[in-house]
């Protein structure tokens, strides 16, 4: 059995590999808008959104991460999470790691490894994610304490409030500018077709074709009865990764 941090220290390697070889002039955006305790978006990040390594996307992928979602703004610039207190504190912890790690390969594990907890019922245990990947816990600590933290939360609430068209639930995925509504498990496909560069990934030419687009008048926002991919599937694709880097033995 793997352990989470063993994974997530895995995942972590892996990211770094990739970033040495991702560079393209012809990227295709990848904008992901969601809130930390949304069960879809916790979903969506750890079951759907890794396949941009998996499939070796990341390479035409510029993926950005917008944690605000359904929260409210008062006007007196204090917000309201849709989950409550705690998410208002983890969107701004990972706010503060996207602004304090901004490569993809720190920022990105680290958010990976709170929603992953989030998912299994014990984001309380946040924390233990500076551990597992050998992060420094201090500047996090004092970004997300201090009204920076809230200053990088309200750049995030006028970034998803000027969305066009506006986001109508979370996760709230966009690529090239075009939100992908209801059709959020087959962003892969989007993103193939959006690429129009020289060098796409062979995993573009194994995809299905685009669905037709069409926004559902109607969606239950963090709808719990998505069905979820199972954890086991994700261990055995980071476990796939580290052998494809020569780094099997790690796991």
């Given at each position: 059995?793997?352990?989470?941090?063993?994974?997530?220290?895995?995942?972590?390697?892996?990211?770094?590999?990739?970033?040495?070889?991702?560079?393209?002039?012809?990227?295709?955006?990848?904008?992901?808008?969601?809130?930390?305790?949304?069960?879809?978006?916790?979903?969506?990040?750890?079951?759907?959104?890794?396949?941009?390594?998996?499939?070796?996307?990341?390479?035409?992928?510029?993926?950005?991460?917008?944690?605000?979602?359904?929260?409210?703004?008062?006007?007196?610039?204090?917000?309201?999470?849709?989950?409550?207190?705690?998410?208002?504190?983890?969107?701004?912890?990972?706010?503060?790691a996207i602004d304090i790690w901004p490569e993809?390969?720190?920022?990105?594990?680290?958010?990976?490894?709170?929603?992953?907890?989030?998912?299994?019922?014990?984001?309380?245990?946040?924390?233990?994610?500076?551990?597992?990947?050998?992060?420094?816990?201090?500047?996090?600590?004092?970004?997300?304490?201090?009204?920076?933290?809230?200053?990088?939360?309200?750049?995030?609430?006028?970034?998803?409030?000027?969305?066009?068209?506006?986001?109508?639930?979370?996760?709230?995925?966009?690529?090239?500018?075009?939100?992908?509504?209801?059709?959020?498990?087959?962003?892969?496909?989007?993103?193939?077709?959006?690429?129009?560069?020289?060098?796409?990934?062979?995993?573009?030419?194994?995809?299905?074709?685009?669905?037709?687009?069409?926004?559902?008048?109607?969606?239950?926002?963090?709808?719990?009865?998505?069905?979820?991919?199972?954890?086991?599937?994700?261990?055995?694709?980071?476990?796939?990764?580290?052998?494809?880097?020569?780094?099997?033995?790690?796991?």
């Open positions: 059995m793997v352990s989470g941090s063993t994974l997530s220290l895995s995942l972590s390697l892996y990211l770094s590999f990739f970033s040495l070889f991702s560079q393209s002039d012809d990227k295709v955006s990848l904008e992901v808008y969601y809130e930390s305790l949304c069960p879809d978006s916790a979903n969506f990040i750890v079951n759907y959104l890794p396949q941009i390594f998996e499939k070796n996307l990341i390479s035409i992928v510029d993926l950005k991460l917008y944690p605000w979602g359904n929260t409210k703004l008062r006007p007196n610039a204090t917000f309201v999470c849709q989950h409550g207190a705690y998410e208002c504190l983890l969107d701004t912890v990972e706010a503060c993809l390969s720190k920022h990105f594990t680290f958010i990976y490894c709170i929603e992953d907890l989030v998912h299994q019922h014990k984001y309380k245990e946040w924390e233990s994610c500076f551990e597992k990947l050998d992060l420094d816990p201090e500047p996090i600590n004092q970004c997300y304490t201090s009204e920076y933290g809230k200053k990088l939360e309200l750049q995030y609430a006028a970034e998803t409030d000027a969305l066009q068209p506006p986001h109508k639930f979370v996760p709230w995925v966009v690529v090239n500018g075009e939100p992908l509504y209801d059709d959020i498990e087959n962003f892969i496909s989007y993103i193939c077709e959006a690429y129009k560069g020289s060098e796409a990934p062979q995993s573009c030419a194994q995809v299905s074709n685009v669905r037709q687009v069409k926004a559902k008048p109607k969606h239950s926002v963090c709808n719990m009865e998505r069905e979820m991919s199972t954890w086991e599937k994700v261990r055995s694709t980071i476990t796939s990764w580290m052998h494809q880097i020569n780094l099997g033995g790690a796991i």
